[in-house]
């Protein structure tokens, strides 16, 4: 680490040094717009400041960051980690800066974006996705909520066969909400 970063604790000095260095203005920018308090946003940048240590060691190139880099560093870095602290390194909170790091690079054109599924789900879920957003106005982040609930009926209904929307029937989306309320805790409002 050079003098000038080394006035950095080591995290700062880790991220400031890596190729993600010249994103981490907007990532923060990214994080601020999607009125995030700036203690997660802290948090997320040390995360990040993480990833960038344990990338630089792996010697990866900024532009093959994707998905399954960032699966192999939470599944295969994390559960044996030994970097030096002051690290970041728990796992939900990874995993959120991770996908928000993700992001602000495919704004930037400096990764692809991932590939499309080709499933008749996947289709369908693309449909909706270009209707929420064009005729309905919906925010990416409401967007995505009701794209991942979707995608649950979807499947239960249709596998990998073709989706007729028509024919999903009162009690199939009835079925589907129960099922999902197993996962869920109870509503505790009194």
């Not at 990874?94 to 993700?102: P, S």
């Amino acid at each position: 680490m050079n003098s000038a970063r080394g006035l950095h604790h080591r995290p700062t000095g880790w991220l400031l040094d890596s190729q993600l260095a010249p994103y981490v203005d907007a990532f923060k920018l990214h994080l601020a717009e999607g009125c995030y308090a700036s203690s997660t946003a802290g948090t997320y940048v040390a995360c990040i400041a993480h990833f960038a240590h344990w990338s630089t060691l792996r010697q990866l190139d900024i532009h093959q960051l994707n998905e399954a880099v960032i699966k192999e560093f939470l599944d295969g870095h994390l559960p044996c980690c030994d970097c030096a602290w002051p690290v970041h390194r728990v796992r939900v909170d990874l995993r959120a800066a991770l996908g928000h790091l993700l992001v602000v690079l495919r704004a930037n054109a400096v990764i692809a974006e991932p590939p499309l599924g080709t499933t008749p789900v996947d289709i369908e879920l693309r449909r909706f996705d270009d209707h929420m957003n064009h005729v309905c106005g919906l925010a990416p982040k409401t967007r995505s909520q009701y794209l991942r609930i979707v995608r649950g009926l979807l499947i239960q209904q249709f596998a990998n066969r073709t989706v007729t929307i028509p024919s999903i029937e009162p009690d199939d989306v009835r079925r589907f909400l129960v099922s999902q309320s197993k996962f869920r805790p109870p509503d505790l409002r009194i």
